[in-house]
């Protein structure tokens, strides 16, 4: 879909929102219910809280069949959550962490007041969750750990006074999607409540692998959590929950989107797509084969038609996690206690050439554990001073390991043919090696007057052998494993208050205070083995052939870290009116620093030249492993009104933040993403929400974002394949970013919801539903190639459902993406394509297309 064809729909929208508005002025009779929230650790309305959040009910989720995070992001306007091959992205206001399991998330996740800092756990599905909170921009205070671009805050649905429950099943065929949700909760004794909630969803996928002729990807997921609630005096109470969950996936909804001839100077290459490459029969030279590639013809399937071409790939995730929450009323002080153990982990093999044919793969796993504790004293409201104060610590542990795997013959002879086409130059040999392969390292004067001559001529001719050793390259890298281990150990303590004055009745002045002091270790090691035996290989050839094709070299490295910082907030209210409330925030917030877990390389410059021959050229890389924190100063100002005698609400943001020292993982246009800190950035846009009863039975929501991203300061971007680089380090090509936008960056992006209600009998209940969700275009690119420019587009969501109100039964019909749009939600280049085989191309993570289900709820009261 077009951006003009885009902004013309999403005008046609508002002209129709306008009419019932003005219908609805004279019309309107109902009053909106409140909404709570707790975005300031107080429940508190809405409408009075000083900052741009987003709230969605657990109701809206089910109903919507939002499951994760990744769903979340339509209902929500510069909230953007995305997996990758080897990663999790997700941002707010186009500020994320980007790809590394080093990283902890610049936009803090936060489950029942416990950190959910690391990015494979967006990954997990939703569960009979209250509500979901997105605080928009810097969250330093209240939200301390790192959310530096805001905070998505969980809130567990608690058992209550009342024994109920509900068993949901959701089926949809085209995906062959099944979901089962059941809750019971009520009072297991006068003073504790239970809440048992299970999830079951399993989903065949939406993309179909050629290769293994197979649907993908295959989702199994199951959660348990139970929640007990003591209300041990009047003044005390303790929530005690457990939970654990498992959430596998076989295969990706990732396939090959673009495949462009190669340009390479090797004649068995040039002209051929990657695909076409690899799916070869056979290269010759004279009479001797030099490599034979067979792989599966699903290869050829270059384009993007939700057809992949893979071998398989997995993800496999374990989690658990115990939270005590304990309250305790002294006089009219709240002094909360919340202590967090939290742990999982992941098994996962990426198919990291994104094709059928056998090339390479990746295989990582990651374990992760973490202890918390937090205290807060929070003071009762009302009087002319009011504070939350609190004290925070954190202790976690990480470790990470991961390889490629090079496990056919597949490369290797590729490699061995441009080693022959390039005279050797991946990994040359003296003229003669008696321990070389029967072609290896043969010249014409070591063949003359023997029987081999004749057989030989026709390669001195081409001035092949003469070269070098045939072959070399592949030869050393036939069953290749690039072993790496990470480790990651974090202390974090930190003291906040935030006090407000109420200045008169109508003003109120908020300051806040956080200092944090962090201790980090780390360390990082790679080196080359052979995966057949698990040996470690020796030095020699190998680390020439490794740099010049992976950009990896051998390492062991290891450093601590420990500092602190002291974040400010100011923030000033005024209620203009009864329905009026305006606000203005300067805050300044910091991410720490830490250790990269993905670099191929060490951050110095170490120059690798082959062994045999080190007067050819050298081949330098730089890697990275140590950056530094980042710091993110930002404005905000904002107003929260409601209109129409209580019928409708708007509220409305503008902001301006500066990154400096921003924090990027750089693909480095191999294989490894080095990390560093970029230089500076800002963004600046407008939020609005809001929403309206437009009759007694019809309720309209919306919320729209426009959004401005500028890179102010970042010379070492990586180029997209084909751009000339503006500058040179030691042999690495680097991009000037400055004057460009980030990933993801929409000039706009916001969603429409209108909700029909009616009594069509005495107990039955009709009740149609439409989401509008659009976004202008955005660059699904890291390296923001043009090509990879996603339209704008709109997409629809409906749900009509008939429920009996006394009986407790509901049918409903879900239809997501009703109009079948086309979207992808990431892409990057297709590894080892171009940078050794001349052919550039892309692939892509491809959202779902068009799906209708049924839904079927029972609840008991």
Same mark, same amino acid.
Not at 26 to 47: P, Y
Not at 356 to 362: I, K, N, P, Q, R
Not at 363 to 375: D, V
Not at 376 to 399: K, M
């Given at each position: ?28 009779? +109902? ?23 987003? +709230? ?62 690391? +990015? ?533 943001? +503008? ?207």
């Amino acid at each position: 879909m077009t951006l003009k064809r885009t902004i013309s729909d999403f005008r046609l929208s508002a002209l129709a929102a306008g009419l019932l508005l003005c219908s609805a002025h004279s019309q309107a009779a +109902a009053v909106l219910e409140e909404v709570i929230v707790t975005a300031t650790l107080r429940a508190e309305s809405l409408q009075d809280v000083p900052v741009s959040v987003n +709230a969605v009910s657990g109701e809206k989720m089910m109903e919507a069949g939002i499951s994760k995070v990744e769903d979340l992001q339509a209902y929500v306007p510069n909230l953007t959550m995305s997996e990758t091959g080897i990663g999790t992205n997700i941002y707010i206001r186009g500020i994320g962490s980007g790809i590394n399991p080093g990283f902890e998330q610049s936009v803090g996740m936060y489950f029942d007041g416990v950190s959910y800092g690391r +990015a494979q756990l967006t990954r997990a599905p939703f569960l009979d969750l209250a509500r979901v909170e997105v605080l928009r921009g810097p969250q330093n205070i209240l939200f301390g750990k790192n959310s530096i671009a805001g905070a998505l805050s969980l809130i567990s649905a608690r058992p209550g006074q009342e024994f109920e429950g509900l068993v949901s099943g959701t089926f949809e065929a085209e995906t062959n999607e099944r979901v089962l949700d059941f809750v019971v909760s009520g009072p297991l004794t006068d003073n504790i409540g239970g809440r048992l909630a299970i999830r079951k969803r399993e989903i065949d996928g939406h993309m179909e692998n050629l290769t293994l002729n197979r649907d993908e990807p295959q989702r199994d997921e199951q959660t348990i959590r139970a929640m007990f609630v003591w209300d041990a005096t009047a003044d005390l109470t303790a929530a005690l929950k457990f939970e654990v969950g498992q959430f596998d996936v076989n295969g990706r909804q990732i396939e090959i989107i673009n495949d462009q001839a190669s340009t390479s100077d090797t004649a068995a290459f040039n002209g051929r797509t990657y695909g076409q490459i690899l799916d070869f029969t056979e290269i010759n030279v004279g009479p001797v084969n030099l490599v034979t590639v067979d792989a599966d013809s699903s290869v050829l399937n270059n384009f993007q038609d939700y057809k992949r071409s893979s071998n398989g790939d997995y993800s496999y995730n374990d989690t658990h996690n115990v939270t005590l929450n304990v309250d305790y009323v002294w006089g009219d002080h709240t002094f909360t206690f919340i202590t967090g153990v939290l742990g999982y982990k992941t098994s996962e093999l990426c198919d990291c050439d994104f094709t059928g044919a056998s090339v390479f793969s990746v295989a990582a796993e990651e374990e992760y554990n973490q202890f918390s504790q937090e205290f807060r004293w929070v003071s009762p409201v009302g009087e002319t001073f009011e504070f939350i104060a609190g004290a925070f610590f954190q202790h976690s542990e990480l470790d990470f390991f991961d390889s490629i795997r090079v496990e056919s013959d597949i490369l290797p002879q590729l490699l061995n043919a441009a080693d022959i086409q390039e005279g050797g130059a991946r990994g040359e040999r003296p003229p003669f090696d008696a321990t070389g392969g029967p072609f290896d390292n043969v010249t014409q004067a070591q063949v003359a007057g023997t029987p081999l001559a004749a057989l030989f001529q026709p390669l001195f001719d081409a001035g092949v052998l003469e070269l070098g050793g045939i072959g070399d390259a592949g030869d050393e890298i036939v069953n290749l494993g690039t072993p790496r281990d990470f480790s990651s150990t974090t202390d974090l303590i930190s003291g906040f208050v935030q006090a407000t004055w109420n200045v008169t009745d109508l003003t109120r002045a908020t300051l806040g205070l956080r200092y944090s002091y962090e201790e980090k270790e780390g360390s990082r090691s790679l080196s080359f083995s052979d995966i057949t035996t698990g040996e470690i290989r020796a030095e020699g050839e190998i680390d020439t052939v490794v740099a010049k094709n992976f950009s990896a070299e051998r390492h062991n490295l290891s450093g601590s870290r420990k500092g602190g910082n002291l974040a400010p907030s100011l923030n000033i209210q005024h209620d203009w009116s009864d329905d009026v409330m305006m606000y203005a925030t300067a805050s300044i917030g910091y991410k720490s620093g830490g250790y990269d877990a993905r670099s191929n390389a060490s951050p110095e410059a170490n120059v690798i030249r082959p062994l045999q021959n080190p007067d050819s050229d050298p081949i330098v890389l730089v890697g990275s492993f140590e950056y530094d924190e980042e710091q993110a100063t930002s404005l905000e100002a904002g107003a929260k009104t409601t209109l129409l005698d209580g019928a409708a609400e708007l509220n409305i943001a +503008a902001f301006y933040t500066q990154y400096d020292d921003l924090q990027v993982s750089i693909f480095d246009g191999t294989l490894g993403f080095n990390v560093g800190n970029a230089g500076a950035a800002t963004t600046m846009g407008i939020e609005l929400d809001g929403r309206m009863a437009l009759t007694e039975n019809l309720m309209m929501t919306g919320a729209l974002a426009f959004l401005d991203f500028e890179f102010t300061d970042f010379e070492n971007g990586q180029c997209y394949q084909g751009q000339t680089p503006d500058y040179i380090v030691e042999g690495n090509p680097f991009c000037d970013y400055k004057g460009k936008t980030n990933q993801y960056v929409a000039d706009y992006s916001g969603n429409m919801t209108f909700v029909y209600t009616t009594m069509v009998s005495k107990d039955l209940e009709f009740r149609g539903g439409a989401d509008f969700v659009f976004t202008g275009a955005y660059n699904s690119s890291q390296n923001l190639d043009p090509s990879q420019e996603q339209d704008a587009y709109i997409k629809t969501n409906l749900r009509f459902s008939l429920a009996d109100v006394t009986a407790g039964w509901e049918a409903a019909l879900l239809v997501k993406n009703a109009t079948d749009e086309t979207t992808i939600s990431y892409s990057n280049d297709t590894p080892l394509a171009n940078s050794i085989f001349g052919a550039a191309g892309h692939y892509g993570f491809v959202e779902a297309p068009r799906t209708i289900a049924l839904q079927a709820t029972y609840r008991w009261y």
